[in-house]
Nanobody
Framework: QVQLVESGGGLVQPGGSLRLSCAAS????????MGWYRQTPGKEREFVAQ???????NYANFVKGRFSISRDNAKNTVHLQMNSLKPEDTAVYYC???????????????WGQGTQVTVSS
């Protein structure tokens, strides 16, 4: 089993900040990348940010300059620092991990349960 447990969501005012965290556990040989997606009811899940081995970073255009992703490889944990939050950032944020369970297994994209982020006055 590969489990992703998220924390850090909540209610913040516009312009405020939140720090999301996600810890991966279970039978994992290697995690190639971890990232964050978000989803609003009735809309497709959309990419937010990703960090891969070698600390390569990839951000959606709508969060560049506001969000930053980081990874603690020793703890299989990824963080998303969210600054200058806007009401349109309101969504359920999902942690993802591109992981391989064994040296000979194909990689698979695993998902967390999601954590609610609400930006409102």
């Amino acid at each position: 089993q590969v489990q992703l447990v998220e924390s850090g969501g909540g209610l913040v005012q516009p312009g405020g900040s939140l720090r999301l965290s996600c810890a991966a556990s279970g039978s994992i040989f290697v995690i190639n990348a971890m990232g964050w997606y978000r989803q609003t009811p009735g809309k497709e899940r959309e990419f937010v940010a990703q960090i891969s081995n070698g600390d390569r970073l990839n951000y959606a255009n709508f969060v560049k300059g506001r969000f930053s992703i980081s990874r603690d490889n020793a703890k299989n944990t990824v963080h998303l620092q969210m600054n200058s939050l806007k009401p349109e950032d309101t969504a359920v944020y999902y942690c993802s991990a591109d992981a391989r369970r064994t040296p000979y297994s194909a990689t698979h994209l695993y998902w967390g349960q999601g954590t609610q982020v609400t930006v409102s006055s």
